[in-house]
């Protein structure tokens, strides 16, 4: 029951905060749920040396407010600088061999779409010990695509992970092509937007 609660964050985001985006990023690394602090602090004190007035702040969600159960989702705050709007993304990490990861959803749909792809998500499949899935809303402002790519790509950098997004249809180790791939889909995605109106 605690996974399913923790899925409903994830798709009442999905839903209400148009254009969203959730991206999978599967790394080597064994990470447990309490890992994910010292994840933030390393890519706070990566983004202050940027700004002295970046924010990154963890907060729990779901499951682990019930007493026994695994913690795997949270609410993070991104803000770049001081004077910047903070941002929340919804972050879940997994095991890969945990039943109630959902990475298999994700490893199938984008395995669907091509044989590249299919090859490059059978390879995270076969190599990855940890999932961790990056959830954002309202992605139509610049304001807030930003703060979610730089969340991504820090996480990635220092998980030493692969980003598969299948909004963008794209798997990659690369954050720089990853964000140029998303922000092709959110421009394709707005100009159907238009084009139905």
Not at 106 to 133: K, P
Request: charged share 20%; with cysteine.
């Amino acid at each position: 029951m605690a996974v399913r609660k923790d899925q409903i964050y994830l798709q009442a985001l999905m839903d209400a905060e148009r254009p969203a985006r959730m991206v999978g990023l599967f790394t080597g690394h064994a990470m447990k749920p309490p890992d994910l602090q010292r994840l933030v602090n390393a890519c706070l004190g990566s983004m202050r040396q940027e700004d002295r007035g970046a924010s990154l702040t963890l907060a729990p969600l779901g499951s682990g407010s019930l007493q026994g159960a695994a913690q795997r989702t949270w609410r993070i705050t991104v803000a770049g600088t001081a004077e910047s709007a903070p941002h929340d993304c919804l972050v879940q990490v997994f095991e890969m061999r945990d039943p109630e990861s959902p990475h298999r959803a994700l490893l199938d749909h984008i395995g669907g779409r091509d044989q590249e792809l299919s090859q490059a998500a059978s390879h995270l499949q076969q190599n990855a010990l940890t999932y961790v899935s990056i959830a954002s809303g309202k992605l139509d402002d610049q304001e807030r695509i930003h703060p979610f790519q730089n969340l991504v790509s820090l996480f990635a950098s220092a998980l030493g992970a692969a980003i598969v997004d299948p909004a963008a249809a794209i798997v990659t180790n690369d954050p720089g092509e990853w964000a140029d791939a998303m922000e092709q889909s959110l421009q394709i995605e707005k100009e159907m937007g238009a084009l139905r109106r």
